[in-house]
């Protein structure tokens, strides 16, 4: 979803008309991951606006109940309450991330499914579910009903193109935007990777330090 400005290809394409929507998420994203440094705010492409509905909705009696195991703190690092409190974002549901030493392991389902929960009528919406190709690993709350979801799908079948992509979600409205990036090679990627790994732990340790997790 970002772009190393000194590599970045056009793949020969027309360039698209700029859309601003995202920009505040993107710029987000950026800030919160700390690689501003290495990556610049590319310009996004949007795919349109859709209304959007839950592939599936299911109640819940407590927080999370998808766990894996005892040690998986998924939830506690991608799990983003809204402004109000009412809602919470699971990024990806099917993560599994477990504290390692000094270090954290992550892994889970090939799969990647992000979860919208209401925890005012108990019930959790699956936003999307995703094959092994594509992947879901970074939101924010950009109000309390609106939110956006990045990821990013391999942009060829040989694994070594990405593309990101983020949607802006309205939950008042049941809209959704989506906009994705220019293609990226796999290594330029990798930093984001890299980045968004460094988050994780800057979010389990602040968790750690603030008390029990969920």
């Not at 690092?77 to 000094?102: A, C, F, H, K, T």
């Not at 970074?138 to 391999?154: C, K, N, R, V």
Request: hydrophobic content about 40%.
């Amino acid at each position: 979803m970002l772009r190393d400005s000194s590599r970045a290809p056009r793949h020969g394409t027309k360039r698209p008309p700029h859309h601003a929507g995202p920009a505040l998420a993107v710029v987000l994203l950026l800030a919160t991951l700390g690689c501003a440094r290495h990556f610049k705010v590319d310009s996004t492409w949007s795919r349109g606006q859709r209304r959007w509905s839950p592939v599936f909705v299911q109640g819940f009696e407590h927080i999370p109940d998808h766990r894996d195991t005892e040690n998986d703190v998924a939830f506690d690092v991608l799990g983003l309450p809204s402004p109000d409190g009412r809602y919470i974002l699971d990024v990806d549901s099917y993560q599994v991330v477990e504290p390692e030493g000094d270090s954290l392991e992550w892994g889970g389902e090939p799969e990647s499914r992000p979860v919208l929960i209401d925890r005012r009528e108990k019930i959790a919406a699956i936003l999307a579910v995703c094959g092994t190709p594509c992947w879901f690993d970074w939101g924010t709350w950009l109000s309390p009903t609106s939110f956006a979801l990045a990821g990013a799908l391999d942009a060829d079948e040989f694994g070594e193109w990405r593309q990101g992509r983020v949607t802006i979600y309205s939950i008042s409205d049941s809209t959704a935007a989506t906009y994705v990036t220019r293609i990226v090679p796999a290594d330029t990627y990798a930093r984001y990777v890299k980045a968004w790994k460094s988050w994780l732990m800057k979010r389990f340790r602040a968790l750690k330090a603030s008390g029990p997790t969920t």
